[in-house]
């Protein structure tokens, strides 16, 4: 029985294996097609922050080296984005087989909920977050000084806050998923209301600039889905999850 187990366990392992190598393929041809247009990717976003985002403010570059190193970082982002469809495929391809109809269905539910929680994160991010964000920082400079902004840390800036409130958009999920292992429940979750408000300013002050304003506008999202978390769960049923 024992040794069943382990031959079992190894085959998993080699399965996840398999998985894994699979997909650093795919994402190593994605990261290759998006070498190509890496130059035009990055004034394409330049020219949306510039137009949108900062207005009337200039973009310069410190250094010979600062774009190149720019472009690499846009190339992993937007290989890391555009195969997370086949990060989803393959996690499912691993696990399908061992579960149930019932069980079946509640995971394809959670994989589209996370897809549609995570584009409400993009366009949260893009049309409220980031416009406020910027608004209040190029507020704060005074008129008589002339800005330039380094084209590197605006757009770090820009791409990191969409990234981070695209992942903080998926807290209901897990928070749904950790509730079907039974690992968390309803009744857990209020008593612990209080703890993960502070957390969530806690969240706010490890991944924003050094500010209340930046810390508040991160917080309050988190605080909001932690609330969508606590309906969902308490209404499972009803749901169907």
């Not at 031959?7 to 290759?32: D, G, P, T, V, W």
């Not at 394409?44 to 949108?52: A, G, L, R």
Request: aromatic share 20%; glycine share 2%; net charge positive.
């Amino acid at each position: 029985m024992n040794k069943f187990k382990k031959i079992n366990f190894f085959s998993h392992l080699q399965e996840l294996r398999i998985c894994i190598i699979n997909y650093l393929k795919f994402f190593l041809f994605i990261a290759l097609i998006v070498v190509f247009f890496s130059e035009k990717v990055t004034i394409f976003i330049i020219k949306i922050v510039e137009k949108n985002i900062i207005k009337n403010c200039k973009l310069i570059t410190n250094s010979p080296q600062e774009i190149t190193i720019l472009q690499l970082k846009i190339v992993l982002y937007l290989s890391f984005a555009f195969s997370v469809p086949f990060l989803f495929f393959f996690l499912w391809k691993f696990i399908s087989p061992g579960l149930y109809k019932k069980e079946k269905k509640f995971i394809f539910k959670l994989f589209l909920f996370s897809f549609i929680l995570l584009f409400a994160g993009i366009n949260f991010s893009y049309f409220i977050i980031i416009p406020t964000l910027f608004f209040f920082f190029i507020n704060n400079i005074p008129k008589q000084i002339e800005t330039y902004f380094s084209v590197t840390l605006t757009l770090e800036l820009f791409i990191n806050t969409i990234f981070i409130f695209s992942i903080i958009f998926l807290i209901p999920v897990l928070m749904v998923f950790l509730n079907k292992l039974e690992l968390i429940n309803y009744e857990t979750i209020i008593k612990k209301r209080k703890i993960l408000i502070v957390t969530s300013f806690i969240l706010g002050a490890i991944f924003t600039p050094s500010d209340v304003f930046s810390q508040f506008l991160l917080a309050i999202p988190i605080i909001l889905l932690i609330e969508l978390s606590v309906f969902l769960i308490k209404n499972k049923k009803y749901l169907n999850f």
